[in-house]
């Protein structure tokens, strides 16, 4: 009674109070208790109602902090409710069947004398439908509430119990907190957890190549995971483990020791219809990881470049830390973009940084042996021994290719004081190596790099077989061994400066340009474009962005950039972008693709014109991030549309991108692709005349070395001046590289293949022939930047033309790219190397492609010009037994030193800025003379923990 009362005060809604559930019990069992007080008689009466009280223990337990999750609530409430039901029923029942009939005459004559616990029974097997028959009802009010209990108990009964049989498995299963084996790292991966990311992340985190990777991966996500997820964590039990919960609540952070954790990976959606909203949403996931533990490392997964800048607001972000962002869109369109520059390079470098075991085969053809030889190639990081110290770069890389078998790419380079360091690309002669630096290298497996750490001038000097290249036993006595100071990794404290390293010595070898330099007698053939873009400037007046980087006009009107009918100037070695986007679609952030074909270790007169063509409200959304780069056009319309295709000359490009941000359809991703797809078709399927006149003469010329070899429709490619390009008669011949964003649509791109629906992304013929790049490649660089702090420094080097944390920063406050002043510190940024392509055809490198050995085409470039070589881009029919030979070419990368070459194969190559150019000479643009030559630099620290880690 009392409590009743206090309940009744306390009550905000005394209405509601009165009539809940609650207190009817109290209606039912206090009056009786006063009754049998007056009467001095023990009644039981309705005090089993008492039993529905269990129902509020969960509030109880919760007021008590002894129940937290979701599941335990939920259990609880579902049991004691059960439970409560249960014995109140049985309660009744115990009543009415010791009582007798009330409605007979006399009353209560025909009690049947049960306890209450057998009265329990009776409803339990009621409920449950099993019946033994052994104990019934007797009364015709007993029986008349069985009616009732049954049909409300089996309804209770087929809810409560499976969802209790569910919660217990759930909590036994993805439930309770990891614990953690000494000496055994572990990872926490969150964000997207799907079927199709893990499968991708896991087959590159474990594969074989890596050795033994002693981490554990533990996946925390809020929905419990699928059959077929369920199935992939089954087969990687010893190293997987899967909690149900949130990385928002702190709670699960601690279920999962977050504390100890190594690196905790966020996945995005990629094919998010809103990428701002997927970007906020994992960078609110690393702002409550950072705040429950600031220390962690972070490697976040975002589908917008300028959401970045974002992650810089979060005061415990480091990138100097390990702490990274991976962007698709930036990492995408820059892989686009250098294959603008050299077709195939998006290939090659996807390639590089995904770990994948090939198997060559008798049965399969020439081309597909080549390319699956070169998909085996990875990048890796080891500490040169001390037989390196002393060696410029040049040197050093002659010797790992031709001793090691190992391609040497990049190296950390020092200041002269020491105090700083990053990463240096090619740097040429300007560079020697110390005691303790770590090198970048291309090669089949960590075993391979290791060669390198253990080279000894003494005890290998002599050794032909690189296999016997292992630890010697010089045990550190001699200075030139490499079981040395080396065999600790080096330890500095040095610090990143924003300022480039100065080059220690300079040495004076041949220019790049001269490598496909022709007589003085021929004349430049001016490009026919001039009257359509902004007039040419002079060298000295080139304008660059504040960080020298990128080149730089004031802000142009997006009305000055649009071409509104065919113009009259024909244009030509151009690069066409269609995009299929309308207002309403998201930004895909184009920036990104024109930023590296702007990259200020390009001279102005070597910058490819850009043509947009697409929705002009697009477009003008577009515009705010691209009016201050040169050499921009729009045509405003639809890129199915031949007449707009025409008008732009499509023919006559370098290279046609196919874009699309159009939203994904939610019931078949397979239309995700539709409209690429149709564009690609559509300009296959073109066909053009030439009675444009601009074949040239030279270009009809083919020697008779090349008949058979050279498919119709091609010229050859390396000329030393910017010639318009030579037209295509079928749109089939025209370069093209498509951007997918389902894998399986691949196979619609070739109608001409016979790659099987279900052959693996890297194994159909448009990949690897650089025409097809999907998004999904990436997943692979999430794994790539944990095992390796350097790995994304590295690649963004090479594909984004130059982009550093400053430019991020600005880029942050929103106001777009800013002009600088060409001071000698700006100018200084410029002297980076660059992706391109050099022909064998002609030249002073031409000789090599009759039949000779890449490891002397390799050699003589990086003594006599400092080009570095990495890979071939080759036709895939070469034979003369071909009778239609293809125009398709494929990727090799990294050949064997005794691999033949052809005339007509192109060499992808690292190339030094030329700062005295004036006319492009190879895809992607060099130049004459060159006076000053830096590497191309990261403002980075280089990790120094890691011995021989994949990048």
Same mark, same amino acid.
């Given at each position: 009674m009392v409590y009743f009362f206090i309940r009744f005060v306390a009550a905000p809604d005394k209405l509601w109070f009165l009539i809940e559930l609650y207190s009817f019990v109290d209606y039912f069992t206090i009056p009786p208790s006063f009754v049998a007080i007056y009467?001095?008689?023990?009644? =039981?009466? %309705?005090? /089993?109602?008492?039993?529905?009280?269990?129902?509020? #223990?969960?509030?109880?337990?919760?007021? %008590?902090?002894?129940?937290? &999750?979701?599941?335990?609530?939920?259990? @609880?409430?579902?049991?004691?409710?059960?439970? @409560?039901?249960?014995?109140?029923?049985?309660? /009744?029942?115990?009543?009415?069947?010791?009582?007798?009939?009330? $409605?007979?005459?006399?009353?209560?004559?025909? !009690? +049947?004398?049960?306890?209450?616990?057998?009265?329990?029974?009776?409803?339990?097997?009621?409920?449950?439908?099993?019946?033994?028959?052994?104990?019934?009802?007797?009364?015709?009010?007993?029986? $008349?509430?069985?009616? $009732?209990?049954?049909?409300?108990?089996?309804?209770?009964?087929?809810?409560?119990? !499976?969802? #209790?049989?569910?919660?217990?498995?759930?909590?036994?299963?993805?439930? *309770?907190?990891?614990?953690?084996?000494?000496?055994?790292?572990?990872?926490?991966?969150?964000?997207? #957890?799907?079927?199709?990311?893990? @499968?991708? /992340? %896991?087959?590159?985190?474990?594969?074989?190549?890596?050795?033994?990777?002693?981490?554990?991966?533990?996946?925390?996500?809020? +929905?419990?995971? *699928?059959?077929? %997820?369920? *199935? =992939?964590?089954?087969?990687?039990? &010893?190293?997987?483990?899967? /909690? +149900?919960g949130s990385v928002m609540d702190a709670n699960d952070l601690e279920r999962v020791n977050i504390k100890e954790a190594d690196a905790c990976l966020v996945l995005c959606n990629k094919y998010a219809d809103d990428p701002d909203a997927e970007d906020a949403a994992n960078i609110m996931r690393v702002i409550s990881i950072k705040n429950y533990h600031d220390g962690i490392k972070i490697i976040i997964q975002l589908m917008q470049y300028h959401n970045k800048a974002y992650l810089l607001n979060i005061p415990s972000w480091d990138w100097k830390r390990g702490d990274d962002a991976v962007c698709l869109a930036e990492l995408k369109l820059g892989f686009i973009a250098q294959s603008c520059l050299a077709p195939g390079f998006s290939t090659l470098m996807a390639n590089l940084f995904t770990m994948r075991s090939y198997k060559t085969s008798e049965d399969m053809e020439l081309w597909q042996n080549h390319y699956l030889q070169g998909t085996g190639m990875e990048m890796y990081t080891e500490y040169l021994s001390s037989a390196f110290v002393g060696l410029t770069f040049p040197k050093a890389a002659e010797m790992c290719f031709t001793k090691l078998k190992l391609l040497l790419i990049? &190296?950390?380079?020092?200041?002269?004081? *020491?105090?700083? @360091?990053?990463?240096? #690309?090619? !740097?040429?002669? &300007?560079?020697?190596i110390e005691q303790g630096t770590q090198g970048f290298f291309i090669a089949q497996s960590a075993d391979e790099v290791k060669r390198a750490f253990y080279y000894c001038k003494s005890c290998h000097g002599d050794v032909t077989d690189v296999r016997a290249i292992k630890k010697c036993r010089c045990k550190g006595t001699n200075a030139s061994c490499g079981n040395g100071k080396a065999d600790k990794p080096y330890e500095s404290s040095r610090r990143v400066s924003s300022v480039g390293l100065k080059p220690r010595i300079g040495s004076r070898t041949n220019s790049p340009t001269d490598v496909l330099a022709t007589t003085p007698e021929e004349k430049t053939v001016q490009n026919s474009t001039a009257p359509l873009l902004p007039s040419p400037v002079d060298a000295s007046q080139e304008i660059f962005d504040v960080t020298g980087m990128f080149h730089w006009i004031p802000e142009k009107l997006f009305e000055d950039c649009v071409i509104q009918e065919r113009p009259q100037e024909v244009l030509s070695n151009h690069v066409i972008v269609c995009v299929f986007a309308d207002s309403s679609s998201p930004l895909m952030g184009l920036r990104n693709l024109v930023m590296p074909l702007r990259a200020s270790n390009f001279h102005y007169e070597e910058l490819k014109t850009v043509v947009l063509v697409g929705d002009e409200d697009y477009m003008r959304r577009e515009w705010k991030c691209l009016y201050n780069f040169p050499k921009i056009l729009v045509l405003p319309g639809s890129p199915l549309n031949r007449a707009n295709l025409r008008a732009v000359y499509v023919n006559l490009c370098d290279m046609c991108v196919i874009l699309s941000a159009k939203h994904h359809s939610a019931e078949d991703t397979t239309l995700a692709d539709k409209e690429a797809i149709l564009c690609s078709l559509n300009i296959k399927a073109m066909t053009f005349d030439d009675s444009i006149g601009l074949l040239q003469s030279s270009a009809q010329k083919v020697t008779t070395s090349t008949e058979g070899v050279l498919p119709p429709g091609f010229n050859p490619l390396g000329s030393p001046i910017k010639l318009p390009r030579k037209t295509s008669t079928y749109g089939a011949n025209i370069p093209m590289i498509t951007e997918l964003a389902n894998d399986c649509n691949v196979q619609f791109l070739d109608q001409d293949d016979d790659d099987d629906p279900d052959t693996e992304l890297y194994m159909t013929q448009p990949f690897s022939c650089g025409t097809a790049f999907a998004v999904s490649v990436l997943d692979s660089l999430m794994s790539t930047t944990y095992f390796n702090d350097n790995a994304l420094t590295l690649i963004r080097t090479l594909i984004t033309g130059g982009a550093t944390p400053e430019l991020e920063q600005i880029l942050a406050e929103g106001a777009g790219m800013q002009g600088g002043y060409n001071s000698s510190d700006i100018m200084t940024n410029r002297n980076r190397c660059r992706v391109g392509q050099i022909s064998l055809y002609q030249g002073p490198l031409s000789h090599y492609g009759d039949n000779g050995k890449y490891s002397d085409l390799f050699v003589a470039a990086l003594k006599n010009y400092s080009i570095l070589c990495i890979g071939l881009y080759r036709f895939r029919d070469t034979s003369n037994d071909v009778k239609c030979p293809s125009s398709k070419r494929y990727v090799i990368t990294n050949p064997s030193d005794d691999f033949l070459l052809m005339p007509t194969d192109q060499i992808f190559c690292l190339i030094p800025f030329d700062n005295g150019a004036k006319n492009g000479i190879t895809k992607g643009g060099s130049g004459k003379k060159r006076h000053k030559r830096n590497s191309s630099m990261q403002k980075r620290p280089v990790n120094q923990s890691t011995e021989h880690a994949k990048v």
């Open positions: 009467l001095d008689q023990t009644w =039981l009466g %309705l005090r /089993f109602l008492r039993a529905l009280r269990l129902m509020s #223990i969960p509030e109880i337990l919760q007021y %008590l902090n002894l129940i937290k &999750t979701t599941n335990q609530i939920r259990f @609880s409430q579902l049991v004691l409710l059960f439970l @409560s039901c249960w014995l109140t029923a049985a309660g /009744f029942i115990h009543l009415v069947e010791n009582s007798g009939d009330v $409605f007979n005459d006399p009353p209560f004559v025909n !009690p +049947q004398y049960l306890t209450y616990w057998e009265c329990v029974y009776i409803i339990i097997v009621t409920v449950s439908t099993v019946g033994y028959g052994d104990i019934y009802c007797k009364t015709v009010t007993g029986r $008349f509430f069985m009616v $009732f209990v049954i049909l409300g108990g089996l309804a209770l009964f087929a809810h409560a119990v !499976p969802e #209790i049989l569910i919660l217990i498995g759930n909590r036994t299963r993805y439930g *309770g907190t990891y614990k953690k084996e000494n000496g055994k790292k572990h990872i926490v991966l969150c964000g997207h #957890i799907t079927y199709d990311s893990v @499968s991708n /992340f %896991l087959s590159d985190f474990l594969h074989k190549d890596r050795e033994d990777v002693e981490v554990e991966i533990i996946f925390i996500h809020k +929905q419990m995971p *699928g059959l077929d %997820l369920e *199935g =992939l964590f089954k087969r990687n039990f &010893t190293q997987v483990e899967f /909690f +149900q990049a &190296t950390e380079a020092r200041s002269e004081d *020491g105090s700083e @360091s990053c990463i240096a #690309i090619n !740097p040429g002669a &300007t560079v020697k």
